[in-house]
């Protein structure tokens, strides 16, 4: 820091000197004089520009075909080239001549990049050790009359050397083309003797010119401007002429320096060892002249006896110099402000992204670096080898001249910060400040950094110490909120409702160990926490008791570590703090056990209704059938004469005891679907085979109920006919929607019946189903509850279509259970459209198809059949049909009399067993196993068929496992009995 401070002060004392210097010219009173001042002005601004050579160019001749190096100053270690430059042809240097003829200055930032472009200046250059150049035209009268430049300078700041080389060189320029005027105009006058038309010309310059003798101390007027003729005459003395001059034209500032200029008393003694003498002065009127005294004859002592006195206005050179001095202190004392606050500062060129460094403290990283021409890559350097790595994407992007020239659009100036590795003064947190700087279409950026460590520091020692208040604060409230009954948050007042605290007995009531754990786990927000269902409903209610007071008392769900909900009671309380920022302070009281007890009351209360509306129902359809049989076979009893009437009834019986029977199945059917562990079987099928047998089915109820029905034209034609899934509760369904469009039509109604596949995968495919009828339809407020057990359209329906009201409930549940979907869209008094999609995985065996020839309608007269039964009334029926079809029966009333039966008899009694399955003492499971177990030539072979009112296909399953050979359901249909004995049997 020291060492910067030293060279600025260094750059201030050169500018001094330089300012100093171009004074001096001004008071040269020749060009001997002026040639004197110059090499020291040129050391002046070497030193300045830290550059190894200044010097200044000019015509060797009146030809102008070759430069002169008139001027030559160089720094310590460097070899002077004067003496080999005293004559360089223009045609070696025709670029630079057409480049300073345009007015343009020279700037070589690489000699190396010019070798190609300009060959000949770069010949002339080597040799002279030149890596790097500025030079600037020297123009007077607007005539080009040579150059003035520096080598190798520090490019750093290449616009102030070219402006000091400019003005330094214009000037000198102008003084000097003054004093060979002045010289042109002594010459004159000596060889014109006082011409008059010399004269006249001559005045133009001068308005005012004395010819003055010392000895007689008598002037006589030559030219002079109308003001000046009026106060002096033509002629007279010279003393009252020069008083009177200071008191009415010299302004009082300046009198006194005038008097000792124009004392005629010491003139001759000024004059003794030069030819002239000059000086500046401002008149009364504001503009400023220049007085000067010429020597025009010395006695043959050297004495000065006659001299010239001329004075000419200088305000236009006058207000060059001061604009210039100005211009150099306020450019001084700007950088001298900027070095002390910024510690590296640019000049960048927004439209070429080329820059210039102006200065920078050497300990900075940012330092000149020639490879890097266009900012951009600087900045890429700078960013990749210096900038911590959260912020080179930031400084990379910020300091891009399109990026600058969009924030300028908008502002005039921006800052950001960043932070670098420590530099060689252990600073590494800077602002960036980037100036707009636009004028006459050329687009311009200041850029400066300036060290913010201090800042940076305080800023985070504040940081620290608030972090740290407000760790006690939290500590206190952490104290507070432990011997509260429940959790406590508090939140912001955004629609997200984000959490500023929440306690730890918060935390832990959701199952989190710490609150910190909570809040990264919610996102900091109780929209995370609260159950999507409550949500909505739980914010509105506060809102609505906010409306009313500030607060609030909700119960809503909230999300568990763990994934479950638990209930909370939430009692919010609306605090507006002093600066007018509202904050909502929540006590969190964990209700899970109260709220679930309560749900489970309820639940248990509808369990209860739903049980006691099930049983009304079931008893109302159970009853109206088993009315029916009732009445029928009392009316039997009272006429059995009457056959018609008996015939009749016994008919009509049957139809009732057949719809009881589907009711109980149904039922039976619907409650195990209910039952979430049981599982649909799966196994291969053929759905050709399938689809005809609910199309035989369904054509026999159809032409009951007179309804035309249409199926697809050939089911043996789909292209995957091998499925896997359950093929009875697929049939079930297609029967049920079927038998539905059937029983709820028109009388000569139709229904319409499609099936097409569309495969999904390999081995999937969807099994899409259409069902269309004419029936009675339905209404959309029908439709919403279709799918709920026992619901049908109308009350009536029940009596009137025999229908349970559980068909589409079982559907459902049977589709759910298959992933399969339902649509159904009907129109009252107009039919019903059903839509069914099912998944099937594709079988990758063909599905067995078996053949179910028609056994012949042969008697069993002669079969032996031991029947164990425990229920007297189904065993006397059992007997009875058994016996009517010429079967021998032997009668077991439990599985153990069974057992010892088939014991006791010899091998080949009995052809079949038909066993009950909930019998006392020993079950029909258990005897079969016991039977399967004999070590006797038949145990193994006999067939066993169950006959059992547990008719589900488990049930049937579970017989097989235990050694069964068939399963018939109760009521028993005595046709399939007889079919399956003789099935087996054969």
Known sequence: MEEYRDDKKSKLYYMDEILHKISSMSQAENEKQLDDITPSILKSVGKYTAADRAYIFEWSSEKKESFKNTFEWCASGIEPQIQNLQKVPVCLMQNWVETFIQKKNIIIYDLEEIAEETPQEYEILKPQNIHALIAVPIYTNHKFIGFIGLDNPDLNQNMVSMNLLSDVGCHMGSVRENLRMMKALEDALETANLNGEIIDSISKLYWLIYRMNLETGTYEEISAGNEMHKLTGKHGKTEEAFQHAINTIVDGEHQEMMKKFLDTSTLADRLKDTESIAVEYRAQSGSWHLARFIVKKRNPSGKVTNVLYVVRQIDKEKQVEITYKQELIKKNRILSGLSRDYTTAFVLNLDTDEYEFVFNQETNHAQKHEEFKAFSDYVDAYASAFALPEFRDVMRRELDSNVIKKHFET??????????????????????????????????????????????????????????????????????????????????????????????????????????????????????????????????????????????????????????????????????????????????????????????????????????????????????????????????????EDRTLVDSSRLKARVAADHLLSLINDTLEMSKLENEETKLPKEDFYLPDLLHEVETIAQMRADKECITIHFMDDPYSIPYPNLTGSSLHVKQIFLNLITNSIKYNRKNGSVDCFLKEEKQSDNRVLVDVTIKDTGIGMSEDFLKNIFQPFVQADQGARSHYKGTGLGMAIVKELLDRMDGTIQIDSVENQGTFIHVVIPFEIAEEPAVVQEMSELPRENLSGYRILLAEDNELNREIEVFFLKDEGISVTEAEDGQQAVELFKEKPAGTFDAILMDLMMPVMDGYTATRKIRSLERSDAKTIPIIAITANAFQEDAEKCIAVGMNAHLAKPLDIEKMKKTIKSICS
């Open 411 to 640: 502002e005039d100036e921006y800052h950001f910060s960043f932070e670098t590795s420590p530099n060689a003064a252990g600073l590494s947190c800077f602002q960036a400040h980037i100036v707009k700087e636009y004028e006459e279409g050329s687009h311009f950026a200041f850029l400066g950094f300036r060290s913010i460590d201090e800042i940076v520091q305080k800023e985070r020692f504040y940081k620290d110490s608030l972090k740290k208040v407000n760790q006690e604060l939290k500590n206190q409230l952490d104290m507070i909120t432990s011997a509260l009954p429940g959790g406590v948050k508090i939140s912001n007042d955004d629609p997200e409702y984000s959490f500023k605290y929440v306690s730890e007995h918060f935390a832990q009531m959701l199952g989190y160990d710490t609150p910190e754990e909570l809040m990264e786990a919610s996102g900091g927000t109780i929209v995370d926490l609260a159950h999507p269902d409550d949500l909505e409903q739980g914010i509105a209610q506060a809102l609505e008791q906010y409306s009313k007071a500030d607060h609030y008392e909700i119960t809503y769900r909230m999300k568990c570590k763990n994934g479950s909900w638990k209930y909370i009671e939430d009692r919010g309380h609306k605090i507006r703090k002093p600066d007018g920022m509202i904050e909502h302070w929540n006590l969190i009281l964990d209700q899970n056990e109260l709220v679930e007890k309560t749900i489970a009351l309820e639940s248990e209360k509808k369990a209860n209704q739903s049980k006691s509306d099930f049983l009304s129902r079931m008893s109302h359809d159970m009853r109206t059938p088993l009315n029916g049989i009732i009445g029928l076979m009392d009316i039997c009893m009272k006429h059995p």
